[in-house]
Nanobody, 121 residues
Framework: QVRLVESGGTLVRPGGFLRLSCAAS????????MAWYRQAPGKQRELVAK???????TYADSVKGRFAISRDNAKNTVHLEMNSLKPEDTAVYYC???????????????WGQGTQVTVSS
C-alpha cells in the first residue's frame, strides 16, 4: 500500500510564498505522475500542477508563472512552490500519485489527506 503525507499548508498573506511537500511511503515499485490538486469550498477538485517521472510539467492556467512543481524520484517526494499567492488560491491541497505497488501490480491513483492553504490579510 502507498501512503502519502502532505505538509506545508498554513495561513499566508496575499503576495506571500508557501512550499508544500508530499512524501510517498510504503510499498512503492514505481511512481509515474505526481501531482497537486486543490478543492475550494463549494467547488470541484481541480488539477493545479503535475510532473511526470521524466520531469515534464503541466500547470493550471490560473497558476502558471506563479507555482512550480518538482519531484525527487529517489525520495518519492513532490513539492509545490507557490509564489504571489492570491486569496483565490485558498483551498485544501491534495497530493496525488499515479503509482504501482509491485512490478506486476497495476498503476492506480493514490491520494493524500490534504493540507489547508489559506491566503488572507
Amino acid at each position: 500500500q502507498v501512503r502519502l503525507v502532505e505538509s506545508g499548508g498554513t495561513l499566508v498573506r496575499p503576495g506571500g510564498f508557501l512550499r508544500l511537500s508530499c512524501a510517498a511511503s510504503g510499498s512503492i515499485y514505481r511512481t509515474e505522475a505526481m501531482a497537486w490538486y486543490r478543492q475550494a469550498p463549494g467547488k470541484q477538485r481541480e488539477l493545479v500542477a503535475k510532473v511526470t517521472y521524466d520531469g515534464r510539467t503541466t500547470y493550471a492556467d490560473s497558476v502558471k508563472g506563479r507555482f512550480a512543481i518538482s519531484r525527487d524520484n529517489a525520495k518519492n517526494t513532490v513539492h509545490l512552490e507557490m509564489n504571489s499567492l492570491k486569496p483565490e488560491d485558498t483551498a485544501v491541497y491534495y497530493c496525488n500519485v499515479w503509482a504501482k505497488a509491485a512490478m506486476l501490480s497495476p498503476y492506480r491513483d493514490y491520494w493524500g489527506q490534504g493540507t489547508q492553504v489559506t491566503v488572507s490579510s
